[in-house]
């Protein structure tokens, strides 16, 4: 059973930089398909980024150019590195397991996540 158990959220002024990690216990499988997605109260769950041994990575249009989705497989670790941060990237960040990863799309349907990170961004 993969368990996955996220840590790295906090509280940054706008245009600084977090790195979320999740260690993902028990995901050993020759090919992977990793990812995050993000909520904000009173909105839906949204798409972060995923990263596939297959198809590589996707991103969602909003975060393009300033997060990078990684992974250090001797750790058993999957990043998120999240720079030039804006309030709007407020949110609950939660690491996860896409059904599928795209290769010129981003999935927004995940089979199970962690407990979540809080990310907290002012202006």
């Known amino acids: 059973q993969v368990q996955l158990v996220e840590s790295g959220g906090g509280s940054v002024q706008a245009g600084g930089s977090l790195t979320l990690s999740c260690i993902t216990h028990?995901?050993?499988?020759?090919?992977?398909?990793l990812g995050w997605f993000r909520q904000a109260p009173g909105k839906e769950r949204e798409g972060v980024a995923t990263l596939a041994s297959s198809v590589g990575t996707s991103y969602a249009d909003s975060v393009k150019g300033r997060f990078t989705i990684s992974r250090d497989k001797a750790k058993n670790t999957l990043y998120l590195q999240m720079n030039s941060l804006k309030p709007e990237d407020t949110a609950m960040y939660y690491c996860?397991?896409?059904?599928?990863?795209?290769?010129?799309?981003?999935?927004?349907?995940?089979?199970?996540w962690g407990q979540g990170t809080q990310v907290t961004v002012s202006s």
């Open positions: 996860a397991l896409p059904t599928v990863c795209y290769s010129d799309r981003l999935e927004t349907s995940f089979d199970s």
């Open positions: 028990g995901y050993t499988y020759p090919t992977y398909c």
